[in-house]
């Protein structure tokens, strides 16, 4: 049995009937946003302390060629043309919607036109929390999104760029080996490239492990909160 969750001092019995709600799907972590949306934003942290001035910035969501409601989220600035885009790749159990977005507004008041995507199953986007069934398939869903955007007529000629951040520069790596024309460079922050040697379990459990998630590919195997 669960543990049970603590009430929150000070909190109305809305946003703790959030708190307490598994978060497995998307229609309880686009909730879960909406209630702490001013409590990020009011975080005392440089990255949520960058101004908006002079920025166009828009988010949305958009079905891909799965059906799949992919939440997007973009920065652009207002009074000229991008010089170039950037592409941001989140990592595991990330979204783009918490610490990049002051690095994207940052790199946004530089003059750059970015975008973010929260992966199918991360963040905002449909899909079960951190459930990754195919990783290529993962990649050649953001190679979709990614295309649109790069297709559209006031971008076609600017240079784009990808940052992937931890299991986002696994991502971006892929990427740019499927599309090597398609990219003019990438920014690695801490990226996932492997599995150190010395962190490795034996191979007895690593192949346990990967069998019994073929079988039980969606099972909750470890507590369900920390």
């Known amino acids: 049995m669960a543990p049970s969750i603590a009430k929150l001092a000070g909190v109305s019995t809305d946003v703790q009937k959030i708190v307490e709600a598994k978060m497995d799907e998307a229609p309880a972590r686009r909730r879960a946003r909406e209630a702490f949306k001013d409590v990020q934003l009011s975080i005392d942290h440089c990255l949520f302390k960058m101004p908006t001035q002079g920025l166009k910035m828009d988010e949305r969501y958009e079905k891909n060629s799965r059906g799949l409601e992919i939440f997007t989220k973009t920065w652009l600035p207002e009074s000229s043309s991008p010089k170039a885009l950037v592409f941001f790749c989140h990592g595991y159990g990330d979204t783009c919607t918490f610490f990049f977005e002051g690095m994207a507004r940052k790199l946004a008041s530089a003059g750059y036109g970015v975008h973010a995507m929260d992966y199918p199953g991360f963040g905002l986007s449909d899909g079960l929390h951190g459930y990754i069934p195919s990783f290529d398939r993962l990649v050649d869903d953001v190679i979709e999104q990614y295309s649109k955007i790069k297709e559209k007529p006031e971008f076609e000629n600017?240079?784009?760029?990808?940052?992937?951040?931890?299991?986002?520069?696994?991502?971006?790596?892929?990427?740019?080996?499927?599309?090597?024309?398609?990219?003019?460079?990438?920014?690695?922050?801490?990226?996932?490239?492997?599995?150190?040697?010395?962190?490795?379990?034996?191979?007895?459990?690593?192949?346990?492990l990967i069998t019994l998630a073929k079988i039980f590919p969606q099972s909750t195997m470890v507590a369900e909160r920390d």
């Open 158 to 208: 600017l240079r784009s760029f990808l940052f992937g951040q931890s299991m986002g520069g696994a991502v971006a790596l892929k990427m740019h080996l499927k599309q090597p024309k398609a990219w003019d460079g990438a920014v690695l922050l801490a990226p996932m490239c492997k599995i150190a040697d010395d962190m490795y379990p034996p191979f007895i459990v690593t192949q346990f």
